[in-house]
């Protein structure tokens, strides 16, 4: 029986870019589910991201959402850490 999925592409940028090595992952879930589920699996795959778990902004095509937004087929996710700032 086929079961409908949600496929998105998924940017990583600092913290999870550096944890994953790459920039681009793209992942598939059930309809329905929230979009902070992607960061909960980021961080199930690499445990030492899980000090950004609270501090994750969330964007979906190019807007800010909240962490219970659900995610669309095709939606363009981007996982935003804090960035520190200032010259080494």
Do not use: C
Request: glycine share 6%.
């Amino acid at each position: 029986m086929f079961e409908p999925k949600v496929t998105v592409t998924v940017k990583l940028f600092a913290a999870y870019q550096e944890a994953s090595g790459v920039s681009e992952v793209i992942l598939e879930f059930p309809p329905g589910t929230e979009v902070a589920a992607v960061r909960d699996r980021l961080i199930a795959e690499h445990p030492q991201l899980a000090e950004w778990r609270d501090l994750t902004r969330f964007g979906i095509n190019l807007q800010f959402v909240e962490p219970n937004t659900p995610l669309q087929d095709g939606d363009e996710v981007v996982l935003i850490p804090p960035v520190s700032g200032g010259a080494q």
